[in-house]
């Protein structure tokens, strides 16, 4: 059993291996190690259309996932605080947006935006005072709301979880020692989930930085990292992208590691 | 007293208000307009026209062929996925030194979190003409096709897929009550009827979420067939995105991602219902 287990390690890992390899490679094809070079860093980093999509998807990932942090870890404090049945209702609406398909939250995104800019920016031109009313559009909004989407219920399941398990007699002794709700929160509720709020947030950032499918129905006319990679590949394989997707690798391992150490802070202190 | 509920039912509303707005926005009401599309005709320009009409369900058969690969593979690919992940949680669970566990687990999560595109592109090079195939015919066997078929497709979900079913098996093996294990042994149970009996049914749960997981997100899959399969194995995810951003198709496409979401919900009941009745257990939270 163990040698099936170490080839489906090396299974797991062999694309990763060889993506990395070949990033360091001078030569230009994809058959042959010639020799060892970062030129293909070089290129990568002086290619203004791939910088500029590196720059949006991390502006994008930074903010929706910061977002879905606050309102993912705000909605896990209130869901403790309702009713079973109102409980239920939201538990059944952040699992539809975690397992509903990546496919299907880009279109019906993307269909429900349209109709909403067909009502809105005709009203915003008619009330505007100047020729030139803000005009809304598929762009950055929409690729931070539709990635908000999934992390914040990610979000606000995993502090949920943490939550669940948080001693409430430490949170009724604070209160019997005359500490305001916000002095207990603050002490006592706020780092004991704080582990949890990082660690979401860093899945987020992680999800959001690598998605295509969502991305590709409502960037509109913005690029994200993977729209771009995505669209060299159907050009034709070039040496570039291994650098980059190396640099992606390696970012993703760093971002998963510290929220996996962030989680394990958790169970430590418990 | 009065003053006090009324102010902690603000604080909820505060706390849960971002939340309701988001998932009303950005899911609830996009799914309804989905729904209202489904029934909608197609606008002469592209997009979509009211209209009261059941004709786009009407014409699913138009794209039997993504439905059919879908239908094929997802379960195909999810059960594959199973078979190699199953070893792989039970070595980890059950056999695994403890100092090993949790690293060996960490190496399980980090392909998953990195990027499926770049992962699935690099399976592109080996597949392709310059990779397998060149050091094949180094050793003389020759015109050897693996890119853009359905068994590179295949490949490519289970590599993609791999983690997400590992990990549920884990949880349910871990969890596991080893004495059970004893006492069957101590009862005079062979080692395999001790699986069958105790090990496995136990983790059924853990089987049923990693195969319902796996399979709702193959339903939806669209990198894995576009890089591997190379346009010839079309899933649904292919139909819908060249519904709805090349041939402009709205309702058709919404009347698509409607039966698509549907069939997702079946496969989802269907595997609750299993889990409960082999093993009266609930299903493992992933999360």
Redesign the interface.
Known sequence: ??A??IA??A??????V??VL?SFNAGH???EFTGFSVQWYGKALSNPFLVEALKNSLFIATTSASLAA???T??A???A??SVRTRAV?DA??G??I???????G??????L??LFAVVNPFLASIWPTDQPPKLSLGYGSII??H??FS?A?V???VG?RLASLDRNLVEASGDLYATPLTTFRCIVLPQIMPAVIAGFL?AF??SF?D??VA??VAGAQTTL?IY??AS?RRG?TPE?NAI?TI??VA??L???LA?WQLRQRKQAN | MHGNILR?NL??????G??TV??V???????I??AV?SVGERAPEG??QAAFTLAQYANLPARATAFWNTMLLAPVGALACLL?AY??A???AL?APARWRLI?L??????F???????T??????L?G??IP?LLAYVGIEDVRLINTPGAVLLGIV?GY??LMILPIYVSLERLDRRLLEASADLGATPLSTFLGVTLKLSLPGVMTGFS?VM??L?????IPT?LGGGKVFFI?NA??DL??QSRN?PF??AI?IT??LV?VVV?IAANRISTRVSGARQV?L?
């Open positions: 059993m163990r099936f287990v489906v390690f299974f797991l890992y062999l694309p990763i060889l993506v070949f094809h994809a058959s606050l309102c993912g705000a909605a404090l209130g869901l605080r309702v939201f609406l952040l539809a947006a397992v509903v398909p990546g496919v299907v939250i279109i019906s995104t993307l269909v429900a349209v109709q709301a539709a908000g989407l914040m990610l606000a399941m995993i979880t899945l992680t999800f690598d295509f499918i590709f129905f993977p990679v995505f590949i394989v992208i997707a992606v690798l993703s391992v971002l998963v590691v996996q | 902690k604080v909820t509303a505060l706390l849960l971002p939340a988001w998932l926005v950005f899911l609830v009401l996009p799914f307009a989905i599309f997009g979509y190699v070893p792989v039970y070595y980890l056999r060996l960490a190496l399980v999560v980090i392909p979190w990195t990027s499926l595109l770049m992962r592109y690099a399976w592109m090079y080996i392709g310059r990779g060149a590599y791999l983690p997981l709702i997100l339903l939806g899959e669209y990198l890089l995810g819908l995105v709805f951003l709205w496409g919404s991602a698509l979401v997702s989802l939270d999360i």
